[in-house]
């Protein structure tokens, strides 16, 4: 029972380049949460989904931009990357958005 | 104001004793209620969840919330070192946007 599954683990980059972070859940959920922590704070909200097809902006998404064509995977993708993107984002799902969230592991970007 | 405000850390508690973690929001459109842990380089875990005012208990945790207020608390009882991590309050509206707390870190001394 794999749950929400986030690649890579790990990844550094430079300035400007772009890259998307994947985000796969097999518990056939219609809310997919992409998430910002940087260190020593809570979780911000970058991109949300409500079900394939439909996303909406969260409280941090410039510089982000996601897409959901289907309801297992909910991609990440950063243009132009910039030092002020180094964190650590999380991928959540939950059946609907009263329900709690299940969460991956995490990817830790640097960018330097 | 941010939207969710937790308790500032860190809360230190001896073992055996009682952890309790406070939290206020502001949207009073928010329909449900969590309190997260997370350990040190790990994701958050669900501890408890809440819709309805008043208390909910599960083993050593009791939420309590409080809509006319704008208030949620967690409390933790018979605290155990291994309870010491970052607690992390989250308020979801019904559309699915979720706002979460900075977190709170507990330390639980032997």
């Known amino acids: 029972n794999a749950g929400v599954t986030q690649t890579p683990k790990f990844r550094i980059l430079k300035i400007g380049q772009s890259m998307t972070l994947q985000c796969t859940q097999d518990m056939n959920h219609n809310y997919m949460y992409w998430y910002r922590q940087d260190p020593g704070m809570g979780l911000k909200l970058i991109y949300y989904s409500v079900g394939a097809g439909i996303t909406d902006k969260g409280e941090v998404p410039n510089g982000y931009n996601v897409s959901r064509s289907t309801t297992e995977d909910f991609p990440l993708r950063l243009e132009l990357a910039a030092p002020s993107q180094t964190s650590v984002y999380f991928c959540?799902?939950?059946?609907?958005?009263?329900?709690?969230?299940?969460f991956g592991d995490g990817t830790r970007l640097s960018i330097l | 104001q941010k939207e969710v405000e937790q308790n500032s850390g860190p809360l230190s508690v001896p073992e055996g004793a009682i952890a309790s973690l406070n939290c206020t929001y502001s949207d009073r459109g928010s329909q449900s209620f969590f309190w997260y842990r997370q350990y040190s380089g790990k994701s958050p875990e669900l501890i408890m969840f809440?819709?309805?005012?008043g208390d909910k208990e599960d083993g050593r945790f009791t939420a309590q919330l409080n809509k006319a207020s704008q208030y949620v608390s967690l409390l933790i009882r018979d605290s155990q070192p291994s309870d010491s991590a970052t607690y992390l309050c989250a308020v979801n509206t019904n559309a699915g946007k979720s706002t979460f707390g900075d977190g709170t870190t507990l330390t639980v001394k032997p």
């Open positions: 809440i819709y309805s005012n």
């Open positions: 959540a799902s939950s059946f609907q958005g009263s329900q709690p969230q299940h």
